[in-house]
């Protein structure tokens, strides 16, 4: 989902609420789960989307699948695992 928001800096973008998981094709379908509190804005959405990528790798503990990862998280964990990183360890990457 998309909308307007303003930037700390007061400049306009266009942002959106995170939702993870969720499944196609063989298996039974399901919608990702919205991540409470988390939206990002669209010009850093493909680094967001890198440092989720780097986070799962790490984090995965085996052969586990993506969305098999995120179902396994309670909400908590999974507002831990997509909290956009700060803008200041995004600079340093």
């Known amino acids: 989902m998309s909308a307007l928001?303003?930037?700390p800096d007061g400049t306009k973008s266009d942002a959106f609420?995170?939702?993870l998981?969720?499944?196609m094709g063989s298996e039974a379908q399901s919608f990702g789960?919205?991540?409470k509190?988390?939206?990002i804005y669209a010009e850093d959405a493909a680094d967001?989307?890198?440092e989720l990528m780097r986070r799962y790798l790490r984090d995965r503990n085996g052969e586990r699948?993506?969305?098999d990862y995120v179902r396994a998280l309670d909400d908590p964990g999974l507002a831990r695992f997509a909290a956009p990183p700060k803008r200041e360890e995004a600079?340093?990457?």
């Open 17 to 19: 609420l995170v939702h």
């Open 91 to 93: 600079v340093l990457r």
């Open 37 to 39: 509190g988390v939206k």
């Open 48 to 50: 967001y989307v890198e």
């Open 5 to 7: 928001a303003v930037r």
């Open 21 to 23: 998981g969720g499944t």
């Open 33 to 35: 789960r919205k991540v």
């Open 65 to 67: 699948s993506f969305s």
